[in-house]
């Protein structure tokens, strides 16, 4: 059974950045994995994903030039770098992977996705 644990969520400044990290356990395979985040009264959203081989990347619009995500798949981990952040950031981010190492359908669609993690909260404060 595949299991994912996020970390690195913090209070950080306007402008500030962050990294959030996810390990990845029980997988057989490099999978797809991803990152969304919730804000309080919204729906779960997609921030970004990556292919199992790190060379497929989707990256949500507002977090264009912001936001990066990476994995070492050595370690098992992916990551989220969190750079000019802004308080519409602030929300529980969750660590998501896929069944596959490809995307068995959309990169941003929940239902892509089969193991989530429990969240680590992310607030940026104006």
């Known amino acids: 059974q595949v299991q994912v644990a996020e970390s690195g969520g913090d209070l950080v400044q306007e402008g500030g950045s962050l990294r959030l990290s996810c390990t990845i356990a029980?997988?057989?395979?490099?999978?797809?994995m991803a990152w969304f985040r919730q804000a309080p009264g919204k729906e779960r959203e997609a921030v970004a994903s990556?292919?199992?081989?790190?060379?497929?990347?989707y990256i949500t619009d507002s977090a264009v030039g912001r936001f990066r995500i990476s994995r070492d798949n050595a370690r098992n981990t992916l990551y989220l770098q969190m750079t000019t952040a802004k308080p519409e950031d602030t929300g529980m981010y969750y660590c998501?992977?896929?069944?596959?190492?490809?995307?068995?359908?959309?990169?941003?669609?929940?239902?892509?996705?089969?193991?989530w993690g429990q969240g680590t909260q992310v607030t940026v404060s104006s």
């Open positions: 990556i292919s199992g081989n790190g060379q497929t990347k």
């Open positions: 029980g997988a057989t395979e490099d999978v797809a």
């Open positions: 998501a992977a896929g069944p596959k190492p490809y995307f068995s359908g959309s990169w941003s669609a929940r239902d892509t996705y089969i193991a």
